[in-house]
Each structure stands twice: as structure tokens, then as C-alpha cells.
């Protein structure tokens, strides 16, 4: 495995900046690689990772394990914590590591320096783990793709959904995040608004 202050170097490079989140994702990445026996994760294609943050320790634990959302093998759960789990396709070991010491630097402290004063011990528990991936979310081909019967977009990795008879992208069957402008106008000029 690269020495500590590569991979800091790599995920610096890559976030932009070092902060407290950052360190621990580095590490909590590193333990889990040497948990599971993983030596060079750059090269490591049966690693799946699943961050429970979207904060900066993601974008650590994403560099550290070579894992990315465009290769299928980095999941978000949006749990909000600060917690990561690695799972190895080719033997299903999977270890969840989550930070949960009260560890926090006073400002202006060297966090390099703060951290390394910390244990693994100290600044995480960690689990033996078994994950139940379906192989819809398994990295390679879509297994299926289906189009929906409303908007007519294609929707892949068998996401979509039956509604009484229809197959729907989950947008269409249960609303969507965005909210669509175009019928926002015509709601608006329908009562006359400018
Ligand atoms: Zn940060
Ligand atoms: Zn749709």
C-alpha cells in the first residue's frame, strides 16, 4: 500500500484543500483496504464502496479506493454520517468503518499533526459486514433498460416502476427533485399572469 502522505497528497490534489473530513476519509479508506487485503486499489477492480456522506471525507474515500460513481463502484447513501462501507465482489468480505470519536482540533493547529496524535482505535469502530448488492447495481452492462410510459425516457438498470399497468421512471411514478419550468408558464399564463 502508498504511504499515508501519498494518498493525503492525492486527495488534497484532487478536493482542494485538507481539512479535518478529509484525513479521516483518507484513513478510514486505508484501514479498510488493509482489513481487506487490498494492496494496490488503483489496479483493484472488485472493490465496491458505499460513503454515507456527500461531504468532503467522500471525495477522500473516493481517491484512497480508487472507487468512482461513473465505474458503479462508489454508492451514496445519504445518511449524513461519517461513515463508509468497502466490499470486496470477489470474496463478499465487507467491513463498515464509521468515525466516531469526539476528536476536534482547535483553529489554527497543524490537522496533519492533530490526526496523527489519534488512533485508529480512537477514531473508529468498525464491523464485519455483509452487503446484498443486486445485480442491477453491479459495475459492467445494463442488465435491462425499459422506457417510461409518460415522459418516454429510457431508463436503465431496471429503476423503473409498474403503476397500474404502466412502467414509469421513478420521476414520473412518485415526483421528482426538480420542478419543471415549462409548466410553470403555462400554469402562469393561464390565469393571466405577465
Ligand atoms: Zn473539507
Ligand atoms: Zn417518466
Redesign the pocket.
Known sequence: MRPLSDDLAAAEAFHG?L?S??IIGVRMARLALGWLGIEDPASYRDLVVYVEMDR?AADAVSVVSGCTLGHRRLKWMDYGKMAATFLDLATRRAIRVAAVGEHSPASGVNLKEFWQGVSDDDLFRTESVSVPLSPFDLPGRPLRTARCDKCGEKVLDGREVERSGQVLCRACASGSYYVSQAGRKEENDGVGAV
Open positions: 484543500h481539512c473530513g478529509m468532503c
